[in-house]
């Protein structure tokens, strides 16, 4: 074990200290485990560091309903707007009744 010098310490110093690379197994939680299988040591180490001890939502969809809309709000053709929506995690009703709903709001205005 390297010596830790406790007034210059980190996350990354204390990895290389308990000679954990290559033991993430028996070394990790599970769940940074996990973390280390899917994104490796740095990204792992950076979510540690800064959400540690937070619970993590991560939501169904990765874009927001309204930035889907915008693009295939550019689409004259519903076919295409519903092939945008499909590939954004959203049905094409949902995308076409938000797109219904700006239009009504920019007649009202």
Do not use: W
Request: charged share 35%.
């Amino acid at each position: 074990m390297v010596p830790i010098d406790f007034n210059n310490i980190n996350d990354e110093i204390i990895y290389e200290s308990f000679q954990v690379d290559g033991r993430e197994a028996e070394a990790l939680s599970d769940s940074y485990l996990e973390l280390f299988d899917i994104i490796g040591r740095d990204a792992m180490l950076k979510l540690f560091k800064h959400y540690h001890g937070d619970k993590i939502d991560c939501p169904m969809r990765l874009y927001r309903p309204e930035f889907i809309a915008d693009l295939a709000e550019k689409e004259p053709s519903r076919h295409e707007r519903a092939k945008i929506a499909r590939a954004g995690g959203y049905s094409a009703t949902a995308i076409e009744r938000l797109l219904n709903k700006r239009r009504k709001e920019n007649e009202i205005e």
